[in-house]
């Protein structure tokens, strides 16, 4: 997890300097901006976007890796010029609170619910999310949360309060990681997790204890938006506009629709078509 005062030490003055330690960056051009995210950056999707951003653009993107709460918080506090995040209601709010403007929707995945092939909870025949989770709790089952405040965890505890059930006691286990780290973590502890379908395509070679045992729920599907700091907030606002812009068009959406089809022989994420029928 990016941590603030790091973040600070890095951004005061400079806005994210080159070889910063939380920062990568694609591009060496000279129109400079910073995007905070997890998932898209964790697997590739943001460098194959940024790269072809920049070579048009003469630009160059510095990623902050930080899930959906602190790549909002950033935002707020203009420590970063954009976010690529999957929390609605969080996104809303940033929007009628005006720290934040040019809310796009680029694309979804969506969240499986993973865990050991003998599938003691007996979730593959849950009919929904929040039935999973009360089996889970109530065979006191091994559960992993990213327990972080990451859009995977707001969406986790909406489940949970669907469910009608509080989770606590030993079988629930928090890590504080990102979605690969905790993944790995439930594959080493043979217990379940919510993990959205990018990360598990692209790193279920790994995960050799466990299954998907429920996808297909409606409630599970993940959309993202970008947003962007408002206007004179930042030095790289407006390149991030135009990136933001690049990822909409078809250009950046045929990125999306194709990103990880050849190596892993299907998409890791659907477009902003597929997504539209899920926003809120």
Not at 131 to 158: C, L, P, W
Request: aromatic content about 8%; hydrophobic content about 40%; glycine content about 10%.
């Amino acid at each position: 997890m990016v941590r603030l005062s790091l973040v600070c030490a890095v951004l005061c003055g400079t806005h994210a300097t080159a070889g910063a330690a939380d920062a990568v960056k694609y591009g060496e051009g000279r129109n400079s901006f910073v995007l905070a995210t997890g998932s898209p950056g964790e697997l590739g999707l943001l460098k194959v976007l940024g790269e072809a951003f920049a070579s048009r653009e003469q630009a160059s993107m510095k990623w902050m890796k930080a899930g959906t709460g602190q790549s909002l918080k950033l935002l707020r506090e203009k420590q970063v010029d954009m976010v690529m995040v999957h929390a609605p209601g969080g996104e809303e709010k940033a929007i009628k609170e005006g720290w934040a403007t040019q809310r796009t929707l680029i694309g979804s995945n969506e969240f499986y619910i993973v865990g050991p092939g003998d599938d003691p909870a007996k979730v593959a025949t849950a009919g929904s999310g929040a039935e999973a989770y009360r089996r889970i709790a109530r065979a006191g089952a091994k559960f992993v949360s990213r327990g972080d405040n990451s859009g995977t965890h707001q969406k986790e505890m909406q489940i949970w309060s669907a469910a009608g059930t509080k989770p606590e006691g030993i079988w629930y286990i928090v890590t504080k990681d990102f979605m690969t780290a905790s993944l790995m973590r439930a594959n080493a502890e043979g217990a379940y997790f919510m993990t959205d379908s990018s990360t598990w395509v692209a790193e279920k070679s790994k995960a050799t204890r466990l299954r998907v045992h429920l996808r297909g729920d409606k409630a599970l599907v993940n959309t993202y938006h970008a947003l962007a700091a408002p206007e004179g907030a930042t030095p790289g606002r407006e390149t991030a506009v135009k990136f933001i812009r690049f990822v909409a068009s078809p250009e950046g959406q045929r990125i999306i629709q194709e990103f990880g089809r050849e190596r892993y022989g299907e998409a890791l994420y659907n477009d902003a078509v597929y997504a539209r029928p899920f926003v809120d």
